[in-house]
């Protein structure tokens, strides 16, 4: 029998590995699971998704903790053939439950034993591949030290170290479908107001003699393939990141991922929630406007002139601290021009530098989180000049 000091000492240094990471989702599933393990009592998926995600918001879908738990049995072997090479303790959780096993090991055997096998599989053909697997591993890390380092900027750097995936969120729009009661024609529509199913509900309550349906698949602004080719060009080769569109957003992507929003402030959905701790506000009922707090009024910015001419719109940026030691990006604006140049003032190598500027002649240093408002002129629901109206540093 394994003593229980020793795996919790153990459990201490797989929180504070490279493979693990304080904090993090494995952390927190692996911790559980001895817990569990050492009470007598082996948990089912449902107890396991409402103790990472809450009982609100785990709901019936547990198909996700067998993915967690797959991740889960990689990270412990990579740890223990990497970092954890020399530990006297095994962690190990047996494919079909969710018990752990606890097994002492014999390091000089296991050496030995790793030895033989490696010696006796290893052909020239295996010899030719492990030198190809070689000198391109040293070609990667050699462009990734002499590129990467010196080509990320410094808003990105945090997106690079942190093990946890990136999930690009794309603000949609939502569209319904009218059944004509005379001709039996459908009609899709596209109502501005309407940018979620709580507002479509309100909307359709409103008519009741009206055959409207929620469509299952919403609409794209046209500037998506453009914020995701520049995010594209950021992360490219070195970090991948998943595409969620705002309106499949849940609240558990908010504790896995590290977020990066693009689009109308109106699609942000549950990511407009930050505004409640911001100097900035902004009405969901009101979409065509930001508020700025002063002491006893607001100042009002709303975008104006023809979206399809000259026009003025107004743009949101912030960087925030997420729920669960990660961040979250928000590139956002009234209209589309606006969220399109609020995401290349950090995505192109010429405006980066001037929001660099920007903040050490604001602050004297670059803050790991802040927001700010920016105007942006455009034709043609492309903006091409935006300029920074308030600024301000985000504490924890």
Same mark, same amino acid.
């Given at each position: 029998?394994?003593?229980?000091?020793?795996?919790?000492?153990?459990?201490?240094?797989?929180?504070?590995?490279?493979?693990?990471?304080?904090?993090?989702?494995?952390?927190? !599933?692996?911790?559980?699971?001895?817990?569990?393990?050492?009470?007598?009592?082996?948990?089912?998926?449902?107890?396991?998704?409402?103790?990472?995600?809450?009982?609100?918001?785990?709901?019936?879908?547990?198909?996700?903790?067998?993915?967690?738990? &797959?991740?889960?049995?990689?990270?412990?072997?990579?740890?223990?053939?990497?970092?954890?090479?020399?530990?006297?303790?095994?962690?190990?959780?047996?494919?079909?439950?969710?018990?752990?096993?606890?097994?002492?090991?014999?390091?000089?055997? @296991?050496?030995?034993?790793?030895?033989?096998?490696?010696?006796?599989?290893?052909?020239?053909?295996?010899?030719? $591949?492990?030198?190809? $697997?070689?000198?391109? @591993? &040293?070609?990667?890390?050699?462009?990734?030290?002499?590129?990467?380092?010196?080509?990320?900027?410094?808003?990105?750097?945090?997106?690079?170290?942190?093990?946890?995936?990136?999930?690009?969120?794309?603000?949609?729009?939502?569209?319904?479908?009218?059944?004509?009661?005379?001709?039996?024609?459908?009609?899709?529509?596209?109502?501005?107001?309407?940018?979620? !199913?709580?507002?479509?509900?309100?909307?359709?309550?409103?008519?009741?003699?009206?055959?409207?349906?929620?469509?299952?698949?919403?609409?794209?602004?046209?500037?998506?393939?453009?914020?995701?080719?520049?995010?594209?060009?950021?992360?490219?080769?070195?970090?991948?990141?998943?595409?969620?569109?705002?309106?499949?957003?849940?609240?558990?992507?908010?504790?896995?991922?590290?977020?990066?929003?693009?689009?109308?402030?109106?699609?942000?959905?549950?990511?407009?929630?930050?505004?409640?701790?911001?100097?900035?506000?902004?009405?969901?009922?009101?979409?065509?406007?930001?508020?700025?707090?002063?002491?006893?009024?607001?100042?009002?910015?709303?975008?104006?002139?023809?979206?399809?001419?000259?026009?003025?719109? &107004?743009?949101?940026?912030?960087?925030?601290?997420?729920?669960?030691?990660?961040?979250?990006?928000?590139?956002?604006?009234?209209?589309?021009?606006?969220?399109?140049?609020?995401?290349?003032?950090?995505?192109?190598?010429?405006?980066?530098?001037?929001?660099?500027?920007?903040?050490?002649?604001?602050?004297?240093?670059?803050?790991?989180?802040?927001?700010?408002?920016?105007?942006?002129?455009?034709?043609?629901?492309?903006?091409?000049?935006?300029?920074? $109206?308030?600024?301000?540093?985000?504490?924890?």
């Amino acid at each position: 029998m394994v003593p229980k000091n020793e795996v919790r000492a153990l459990l201490e240094r797989i929180s504070k590995s490279k493979s693990f990471g304080p904090g993090s989702t494995y952390t927190r !599933l692996l911790h559980f699971l001895v817990d569990s393990t050492f009470s007598g009592d082996v948990p089912k998926e449902q107890t396991i998704a409402e103790h990472l995600f809450g009982k609100n918001i785990a709901g019936s879908d547990t198909s996700k903790i067998r993915v967690y738990i &797959y991740h889960l049995r990689k990270k412990l072997q990579q740890y223990f053939e990497e970092e954890g090479k020399d530990e006297s303790i095994l962690l190990k959780i047996p494919k079909g439950g969710y018990k752990v096993e606890f097994k002492s090991r014999d390091l000089q055997r @296991t050496g030995i034993s790793q030895k033989r096998s490696k010696s006796s599989l290893v052909a020239p053909m295996g010899t030719l $591949l492990l030198v190809s $697997l070689l000198i391109n @591993t &040293y070609l990667l890390i050699r462009k990734d030290s002499t590129e990467q380092d010196s080509s990320i900027p410094t808003f990105w750097t945090t997106y690079f170290e942190d093990e946890k995936p990136i999930q690009v969120v794309i603000g949609d729009l939502m569209v319904y479908s009218e059944m004509d009661s005379t001709t039996g024609n459908m009609t899709t529509i596209r109502f501005p107001e309407i940018n979620s !199913l709580e507002q479509f509900d309100t909307f359709s309550a409103r008519r009741p003699d009206r055959q409207l349906n929620p469509l299952s698949y919403s609409h794209a602004p046209t500037g998506s393939t453009e914020w995701i080719n520049s995010l594209t060009k950021i992360f490219h080769p070195y970090k991948d990141f998943n595409i969620r569109m705002s309106s499949k957003l849940e609240t558990r992507d908010l504790l896995d991922y590290n977020l990066i929003y693009v689009g109308m402030q109106k699609t942000a959905g549950m990511l407009n929630s930050y505004f409640d701790q911001s100097i900035f506000d902004y009405d969901v009922n009101h979409t065509d406007q930001y508020n700025y707090q002063l002491q006893d009024s607001f100042l009002t910015f709303s975008p104006h002139g023809d979206p399809s001419d000259k026009h003025t719109d &107004y743009g949101f940026i912030a960087r925030y601290p997420g729920p669960n030691d990660n961040f979250i990006f928000m590139f956002s604006g009234l209209w589309d021009s606006a969220a399109s140049e609020s995401l290349r003032s950090f995505t192109m190598e010429s405006k980066i530098s001037e929001m660099e500027d920007y903040m050490k002649n604001q602050l004297g240093y670059i803050p790991n989180y802040f927001e700010m408002l920016i105007e942006v002129n455009g034709v043609d629901r492309i903006g091409f000049e935006g300029r920074v $109206l308030i600024f301000n540093e985000v504490t924890r």
